[in-house]
């Protein structure tokens, strides 16, 4: 899937729409998934088959579901999806309280 910004798809829309003649374009506003466009033309079941990525990327993004469950619902091998996450500038692993303290251990650990 291919993702694109506001401000790129303000420039150039017609990048946007040659992409969806091929797989849905996903718009994001700022670092959320905000839109997406997809060729009339498509079959609703590519469609479907298309959307399952960006679906479970979405869920995953808001913790809904964990990296496994979203892979197996995308579709897509834990591999592929991880680069499809990456291609969307979605973080795989976020940084919570007990990281900081974590990583203070193991500068300890490794000094």
Partial sequence: MYA???????????EA???AEQEPV?????????ALIF?????LGDINEQL???????LFKDRVLSLGAAAQISGLSLSEFIDHLTQL???VV????????EM????????
């Fill in 4 to 14: 694109t910004n506001v401000r790129s798809l303000k420039k150039n829309p017609s």
């Fill in 17 to 19: 729409l040659r992409h």
């Fill in 26 to 34: 996903l718009v994001m506003k700022g670092n959320e998934p905000n």
């Fill in 39 to 43: 060729n009339l033309k498509t079959s």
């Fill in 52 to 58: 399952k990525p960006a679906l479970a990327a979405s």
């Fill in 89 to 91: 500038d979605i973080d």
């Fill in 94 to 101: 976020v940084a919570d309280k007990q990281t900081g303290k």
């Fill in 104 to 111: 203070e251990t193991l500068d300890t650990w490794l000094s």
